[in-house]
């Protein structure tokens, strides 16, 4: 057993190559795969082994690596494919997961505004209950506080998830739709 045991071919390519790691992760993961077995001269297609061989690359094959962004820019072009299309092609996946089953998502989100919720009441509480006669432990008040700042955080995320992002983002893809629109 050894460090790709839990790994993710699309991110230990990505730190090399990031738009090939992005490709590898959907649906024109065979031209991104192909890359890389071209660039360390390979013709493996398991993906535990195509890892191992790029942790035991070459400088001249990690320069290679490197170089396979470019290639696949020029073929993304010519089969007229978007950068941006893929990544609205990889949200648009995780928007059909969520139609599929979104229970998880409910509950994840109100366990952790209520647990945030709770361990600020909890910090407010003890903070007010402490009196003059009674020692606070910095560190713990410290520590406390960290926990309550990287909580509230997330607060925004959770809030985007399920009612969008801004008014301002609302605003500007409404105008980039009249353009396309307008430009038709």
């Known amino acids: 057993m050894g460090w790709f045991d839990d790994f993710d071919l699309g991110k230990t390519v990505s730190?090399?190559?990031?738009?090939a790691g992005k490709i590898?992760?959907?649906?024109?993961?065979?031209?991104?795969?192909?890359?890389?077995?071209l660039a360390l001269g390979s013709d493996e297609t398991e993906p535990e082994t195509l890892a191992k061989q790029i942790k035991d690359a070459t400088p001249e094959?990690?320069?290679?690596?490197?170089?396979?962004?470019?290639?696949?820019?020029?073929?993304?072009?010519?089969?007229?494919?978007?950068?941006?299309?893929?990544?609205?092609?990889?949200?648009?996946n995780a928007r059909e997961l969520f139609k599929q089953n979104s229970w998880p998502q409910i509950l994840l989100?109100?366990?952790f505004v209520l647990g945030y919720f709770i361990v600020t009441g909890l910090l407010a509480y003890y903070a007010v209950s402490f009196t003059d006669d009674q020692e606070v432990n910095p560190l713990l008040f410290g520590m406390l506080g960290t926990v309550i700042?990287?909580?509230?955080?997330?607060?925004?995320?959770?809030?985007?998830?399920w009612f969008?992002?801004?008014?301002?983002?609302?605003d500007k893809n409404q105008m980039i739709n009249q353009a396309k629109q307008g430009g038709r």
């Open 24 to 37: 590898i992760g959907g649906p024109y993961a065979a031209l991104a795969i192909s890359a890389v077995q």
């Open 15 to 19: 730190a090399i190559a990031p738009l």
């Open 61 to 92: 094959q990690l320069i290679a690596l490197r170089g396979i962004d470019n290639d696949l820019k020029v073929k993304l072009k010519d089969l007229d494919i978007k950068e941006q299309d893929l990544e609205y092609q990889d949200r648009a």
């Open 109 to 111: 989100s109100a366990l």
């Open 149 to 161: 700042g990287v909580l509230t955080a997330a607060i925004p995320q959770i809030l985007n998830f």
């Open 164 to 170: 969008g992002s801004s008014k301002g983002s609302q």
